[in-house]
């Protein structure tokens, strides 16, 4: 019976759906442009917004990176805006980035938050935070778990959360560049809040079968 439980449950793993790409931003002359994935399911129920610079200036025109500075105070950051039609979600949710780096004077760790509704009422911290590299060849590539992102207007906001890249704890840095490189991706599951997600439906149909079996064993 254990063995067959065991089995049960790496089967409930093995089914859990990948999440799909939905989204991915390029940057190109200091701007950044989004195209979405045609063929991802119920993809046309969502609308994605480009990189926005909150109280941040641009500090150059690079081709291939999305640069800002003057992060300055923790309300200053970079925007995105993620629109859900009603009756759906994004379950699963990640963002992917290419590369981060920054000046030394820059950011030192870089924070995504979901729910920012403008100065510092960021929302909820999502994810893991960046350590900012300093040079484009040790740029951070992490990706970031979302969760779920509701129906209605979402805004995800990046921030700074440490002190220079020099010295990443402490207050955010006053002055300084972070650059995004080479892309922005999203990826997730757009599902209608009516349906649970993959693992809880794999799970609760195993996990009956499961009962069904034991009892069977036991007569």
Do not use: C
């Not at 925007?79 to 000046?103: F, K, P, R, W």
């Not at 979901?114 to 300093?134: N, Q």
């Not at 693992?199 to 036991?218: E, H, N, P």
Request: aromatic share 6%.
């Amino acid at each position: 019976m254990k063995k067959l439980l065991i089995a049960l449950t790496i089967l409930a793993v093995a089914s859990v759906a990948q999440a799909e790409l939905l989204a991915t931003w390029t940057f190109d002359a200091g701007a950044s442009s989004v195209a979405t994935e045609a063929g991802a399911a119920n993809i046309g129920q969502v609308t994605f917004g480009e990189l926005t610079r909150v109280v941040v200036g641009q500090s150059g025109t690079s081709s291939g990176q999305f640069a800002s500075n003057n992060w300055g105070t923790e309300g200053n950051g970079v925007s995105l805006a993620v629109t859900v039609a009603s009756g759906y979600e994004i379950a699963n949710t990640v963002i992917g980035v290419g590369g981060v780096n920054g000046s030394n004077t820059g950011p030192g760790t870089l924070q995504w938050s979901l729910g920012y509704t403008g100065g510092t009422s960021f929302g909820t911290d999502v994810g893991d935070a960046w350590t900012v590299a300093y040079s484009s060849g040790s740029s951070v590539a992490a990706d970031v778990a979302v969760g779920t992102i509701d129906s209605g207007a979402n805004t995800l906001f990046l921030r700074s959360t440490g002190g220079q890249v020099a010295t990443p704890t402490g207050t955010p840095a006053t002055a300084g560049s972070a650059r995004l490189h080479t892309n922005l991706t999203m990826g997730g599951d757009i599902q209608t809040t009516a349906i649970p997600e993959p693992a809880t439906m794999s799970l609760l149909g195993l996990g009956a079968l499961a009962m069904v079996l034991r009892r069977k064993i036991r007569k």
